[in-house]
């Protein structure tokens, strides 16, 4: 979805260029988009995200991590 891509984008760039979360209508203003459709795009870029992280916990088993183990793995070059 190209408005997700460019919904990220520009929240990252407002948010570089202000030192803060950009509001939505800021956002809106700067995608040249409704408050409604920043707002839209906004939900389901929050929503893919947490879909997202929800995949990536129910793929990580924790009982195969060792988080005592201040040891890093050796990886070969």
């Known amino acids: 979805?190209?408005?997700a891509t460019d919904y990220e984008r520009t929240d990252l760039l407002l948010r570089r260029e202000l030192h803060?979360?950009?509001t939505e209508a800021e956002l809106a203003e700067k995608?040249?988009?409704t408050v409604e459709r920043t707002r839209y795009v906004a939900?389901?870029?929050a929503d893919a995200r947490r879909r997202h992280d929800e995949e990536m916990l129910?793929?990580?088993d924790p009982?195969?991590?060792d988080f005592d183990d201040d040891?890093?793995?050796a990886f070969d070059s």
């Open 43 to 45: 939900h389901v870029v």
């Open 58 to 60: 129910a793929f990580i």
């Open 31 to 33: 995608l040249e988009w």
């Open 71 to 73: 040891e890093r793995p």
């Open 63 to 65: 009982a195969a991590i």
């Open 1 to 3: 979805m190209a408005a």
């Open 20 to 22: 803060r979360q950009a």
